[in-house]
T-cell receptor
Framework: NAGVTQTPKFRILKIGQSMTLQCTQDMNHNYMYWYRQDPGMGLKLIYYSVGAGITDKGEVPNGYNVSRSTTEDFPLRLELAAPSQTSVYFC??????????FGDGTRLSIL | DQQVKQNSPSLSVQEGRISILNCDYTNSMFDYFLWYKKYPAEGPTFLISISSIKDKNEDGRFTVFLNKSAKHLSLHIVPSQPGDSAVYFCAASGSSGTASKLTFGTGTRLQVTL
């Protein structure tokens, strides 16, 4: 099915470990986004990209890095995992004429 | 500073009745508003949107009303169905382009009972 695919769905990390959350879309969307959702809170923007090679910080970028080498992929990197990064992470994509389309999320726990 | 607020964490409505979900915003630069619906273990899915040049937008059972002077919008679902039970997020952006960054509210959990 066409859409936004996120992997893995679940992950448990130890403090200080690193990992990459994968996001890929097959809709040829230029714009891609990473959000995190903490319990009882709304989604907060971490990073976004308006096209391959172009990324920018959102509201809560500290502790994360991104890259956008292709239109399809927008990985999110955690270099030194901290308990405060325990959250559900959502990737989204869009053109400029459609609402953002979300993946099903990655649930990350850091212990 | 919460720029988009959904003050009701939960709402319970009987099947067939109207559900009204509310959202307030503080940033006067917001001019495009969306409602997303989210089921457990899934990502948010787009439901309906409204531009600040309108005060009402309707799509089937779903209607969104915008009161710019009060910085308030609401989502009406009529009639409510059990499948509508989900968390509803209000979101806003500062540009009419849908690719603009979104600011989300904290969500309202709607339960439609039989």
């Amino acid at each position: 099915n066409a859409g936004v695919t996120q992997t893995p769905k679940f992950r448990i990390l130890k403090i200080g470990q690193s990992m990459t959350l994968q996001c890929t879309q097959d809709m040829n969307h230029n714009y891609m986004y990473w959000y995190r959702q903490d319990p009882g809170m709304g989604l907060k923007l971490i990073y976004y990209s308006v096209g391959a090679g172009i990324t920018d910080k959102g509201e809560v970028p500290n502790g994360y890095n991104v890259s956008r080498s292709t239109t399809e992929d927008f990985p999110l990197r955690l270099e030194l995992a901290a308990p405060s990064q325990t959250s559900v992470y959502f990737c989204a994509s869009t053109t400029n004429v459609q609402p953002q389309h979300f993946g099903d999320g990655t649930r990350l726990s850091i212990l | 500073d919460q720029q988009v607020k959904q003050n009701s964490p939960s709402l319970s409505v009987q099947e067939g009745r109207i559900s009204i979900l509310n959202c307030d915003y503080t940033n006067s630069m917001f001019d495009y508003f969306l409602w997303y619906k989210k089921y457990p273990a899934e990502g948010p899915t787009f439901l309906i949107s409204i531009s600040s040049i309108k005060d009402k937008n309707e799509d089937g059972r779903f209607t969104v009303f915008l009161n710019k002077s009060a910085k308030h919008l609401s989502l009406h679902i009529v009639p409510s169905q059990p499948g509508d039970s989900a968390v509803y997020f209000c979101a806003a952006s500062g540009s009419s382009g849908t690719a603009s960054k979104l600011t989300f509210g904290t969500g309202t959990r709607l339960q439609v009972t039989l």
